[in-house]
């Protein structure tokens, strides 16, 4: 609202145009309705300037052939990655029906291991007498 006003008065165009306020001590303040007014020993100093008015912008400071090498670093990398992948596939499917096998090999190994244990307990029957004496 304030920058409003001022332009307004002054007849600027906003967007040609910065408008900075700076207190007695030469520090920028921010252009609100809260700004406290001002007095003869503390003045704030309005200033008028166009946009890049003190400051030449310069081009692009970063080379744009250091970020295009990056890039395309990465990318390569990324691509024989995926090169290798492909090319293994046939490779890791072959492991892993055989990793699938050994695993369900081992479960059946331990499955008639369990299954003759479990045989031989149903073989024992009680007697009625203890064949030895107990040890308590």
């Not at 990056?70 to 691509?79: A, E, G, N, V």
Request: glycine residues 2%; aromatic residues 6%.
């Amino acid at each position: 609202m304030v920058k409003q006003i001022i332009t307004s008065a002054f007849g600027l165009n906003p967007t040609d145009f910065i408008i900075k306020i700076r207190n007695h001590r030469g520090c920028l303040i921010p252009l609100n309705s809260s700004i406290p007014s001002n007095s003869k020993h503390m003045p704030y100093v309005l200033e008028v300037a166009k946009i890049f008015q003190h400051v030449r912008p310069k081009p692009r400071t970063i080379a744009m052939t250091v970020i295009n090498k990056s890039m395309k670093t990465r990318l390569q990398t990324i691509d024989r990655r995926i090169q290798r992948l492909e090319d293994l596939l046939p490779q890791i499917k072959l492991r892993r029906s055989e990793k699938l096998n050994q695993e369900i090999e081992s479960l059946n190994q331990k499955l008639r291991f369990l299954h003759k244990r479990m045989q031989v307990a149903d073989s024992h029957s009680w007697r009625g007498v203890l064949t030895r004496a107990p040890l308590w």
